[in-house]
């Protein structure tokens, strides 16, 4: 993604969830930080790119060429975020639910970040229209299928995502190809979710 249409997305995308976010909860401040993420974001490519031209299966061509991929240019966004923390919890030194607060707004920045890289992804998959005959679009939105949790009432697919995130980069560091190998699945997951409900629907019109 080149700088002009980083920009592009980050206005459209990153800088609508995060107000979205803000508005949902009071007591949080977003700080626009376009240069930073930017910034961030050629460094997740330039470390992905150093891991898949380490890898030995892989030629220094090939790994070129699956920077391109919507995975993991959406995985590096989203790591991008979370390591510039563009969301802060106003009263850090108020003692009334501090633990709450502090990990709430800690897992804001990993919120903000999914959604964004969740956006990416979507619009990648949008321009990839292969298996992906939808259910009609509205105004060009996808609505995402999602896993179930085997505890629905406890948390959806994308809170536990956002607590593996925070999780993975409070204790140690979130590894760009593993989360852009979840975007992969999701991708995959949606489309064969969407043929199910194609076939399940002939089905029952026959």
Do not use: W
């Amino acid at each position: 993604m080149q700088k002009d249409l980083f920009e592009l997305f980050y206005t459209r995308n990153i800088d609508v969830i995060a107000s979205d976010l803000i508005k949902a909860n009071p007591g949080f401040t977003y700080h626009p930080n376009q240069t930073g993420v930017y910034e961030e974001y050629l460094n997740q490519k330039t470390m992905i790119k150093m891991l898949l031209k380490n890898d030995q299966s892989s030629s220094n061509t090939s790994a070129d060429a699956a920077l391109l991929d919507g995975h993991k240019i959406a995985a590096c966004i989203t790591c991008a975020i979370i390591k510039v923390r563009l969301i802060t919890y106003d009263n850090v030194d108020d003692g009334e639910n501090c633990e709450y607060f502090l990990e709430k707004a800690s897992r804001m920045n990993e919120q903000l970040a999914l959604l964004s890289g969740l956006s990416c992804l979507i619009a990648f998959m949008l321009d990839n229209v292969e298996d992906l005959n939808l259910l009609p679009l509205n105004n060009d939105k996808l609505d995402l299928h999602l896993p179930d949790t085997y505890y629905p009432e406890r948390s959806d697919y994308l809170s536990s995502l956002v607590r593996a995130l925070y999780y993975t980069n409070t204790f140690s560091s979130i590894n760009v190809l593993l989360l852009a190998n979840i975007y992969f699945l999701l991708d995959k997951y949606h489309r064969k979710s969407v043929k199910l409900e194609r076939l399940m629907m002939k089905e029952s019109e026959c």
